[in-house]
């Protein structure tokens, strides 16, 4: 099919410009543009920005969703139907972000396909868990004529801006890192899983820089001269992954807690590798020692989180309560220090509200599963997610205000020719604009242990 010709382009919706809702304030700079003038000083917030955010999001989210519900089906676990209706949510998401763009009939088209490849991979799961070898192999072949067919897809849409061929390579290391996730953790090789779990995380957000960069491109008049690839929209992609990940490995290993599952301990390192993501960046330019304070105190939260899982297993309403109070404490001094590092472009109280609001929804996540209310579960779990890519706004938007002169260019930068292939930074390698992050974090480290209170055990 010649999806070209089929496609009817209309004018681009300001649905798809709105940027996430968050708790936190950034009353600081102009956010018009990304030239290199006062009236167009370096921001995060764009409306070429925002769109790469939103699409952040949603196919970031569909990994997440994906891999842990090809677990679930798996397991035969008893809230499969309700993270199966949570992904399900997430491609409603994506269909209303592509119809916004180019109209209903590519909608159509869109959701068709995507939900035939998510189909797939159950099929695959299926075939797993009835030993049906011939039936494994079929589900593959489904996603390979998937990936030829969607691809031809956002070539016709982007007007040839995303290539075909390339864009087939990209969705092959897609469906490869889903179905190696999925395999080894079938097969118990748990370090393994979790590695390619991060990784098909990450490699959205180069589907959705390399999709947002053409979409801007194509209706550049609906965009405001503003870019999608800049460094600083690069720092808030960043911090959303980052972040994101936080969330959404936090509730995964808060579920494996209390379930006593095999992988809790791999869930918790894969929850504590993107602890040393933020960590990497501080060792590098400051050192052990500093990485070492960061690491403590970031440490120390998600212990009040793990504290409060092992306190409900053990029926211990005491111990639940004082979970949520060291939880309490560091919300208020980590807004504090944030604050005072960025001089106070971050409001403490906005901050501290924002904070909680992550909490109560970890929290609020693991009650409702812990009591079997899977519905609820899942409508937290996709807030807590979508809650985090706010935080990223926020935290770097203060960043590119407080050091305008590492975001000044006005040049898009470097990105893979596909966009979907992952990120232009290779792997192992830390971003140089994270490097501001540092500069915050290290302060916050250091107020951190001057003034943390003592926190009774």
Not at 32 to 42: F, H, K, Q, R, Y
Not at 95 to 112: D, K, L
Not at 204 to 229: C, H, N, P, R, W
Not at 438 to 449: C, D, G, N
């Amino acid at each position: 099919m010649n999806w070209k010709r089929t496609l009817t382009v209309v004018p681009l919706s300001a649905a798809l410009l709105l940027p996430t809702a968050t708790a936190f304030a950034d009353d600081h700079g102009d956010h018009g543009g990304d030239g290199n003038s006062m009236e167009n000083a370096p921001t995060v917030s764009s409306p070429a920005a925002d769109l790469r955010a939103t699409l952040d999001q949603y196919l970031s989210e569909h990994a997440y969703l994906a891999v842990f519900t090809m677990q679930k089906g798996i397991d035969g676990s008893e809230d499969f139907d309700q993270i199966a209706g949570a992904l399900q949510q997430n491609t409603e998401d994506l269909t209303a972000a592509i119809e916004s763009v180019y109209g209903e009939e590519a909608g159509s088209m869109f959701q068709e396909m995507w939900e035939n490849h998510i189909g797939f991979f159950v099929d695959y799961v299926t075939a797993t868990a009835e030993g049906d070898e011939a039936g494994r192999e079929e589900a593959l072949t489904q996603l390979d004529g998937y990936r030829a067919d969607f691809s031809e897809f956002l070539e016709g849409a982007t007007d040839e801006r995303l290539e075909a061929g390339a864009l087939a390579e990209g969705l092959q290391m897609h469906v490869d890192q889903l179905v190696w996730a999925f395999d080894q953790y079938n097969e118990g090789d748990f370090d393994s899983a979790y590695d390619n779990i991060r990784e098909s995380i990450h490699h959205m957000y180069g589907v959705s820089k390399g999709l947002s960069t053409a979409i801007v491109d194509q209706f550049d008049e609906d965009f405001e001269g503003s870019m999608a690839d800049t460094p600083a929209a690069d720092l808030r992609s960043d911090l959303n992954y980052l972040f994101s990940e936080h969330a959404g490995l936090a509730v995964t290993t808060m579920q494996k807690g209390i379930d006593g599952a095999e992988d809790f301990e791999a869930a918790a390192g894969a929850l504590n590798d993107n602890t040393e993501g933020l960590t990497e960046a501080i060792s590098g330019v400051y050192g052990e020692e500093a990485g070492d304070a960061f690491n403590e105190q970031w440490s120390e939260h998600i212990d009040f989180f793990v504290d409060y899982v092992t306190a409900t297993a053990e029926e211990d309403e005491a111990g639940q309560q004082e979970a949520l109070d060291n939880l309490a404490g560091y919300r208020d001094t980590f807004s504090q220090f944030l604050s005072d590092a960025t001089e106070n472009r971050l409001e403490a109280g906005a901050l501290a509200d924002g904070l909680q609001m992550h909490v109560d929804q970890l929290v609020a996540a693991f009650d409702s599963y812990e009591a079997g209310d899977y519905e609820t579960t899942y409508e937290n779990v996709r807030e807590a997610y979508g809650h985090m890519f706010g935080v990223g706004e926020m935290m770097s938007g203060a960043i590119v205000d407080q050091f305008p002169e590492n975001f000044e260019s006005g040049m898009p930068s470097e990105m893979p020719r596909t966009g979907l292939g992952g990120t232009s930074e290779a792997a192992g390698q830390t971003p140089w604009y994270l490097y501001s992050i540092a500069v915050i974090l290290l302060a916050s480290a250091v107020v951190f242990m001057t003034r943390r209170p003592k926190v009774q055990q």
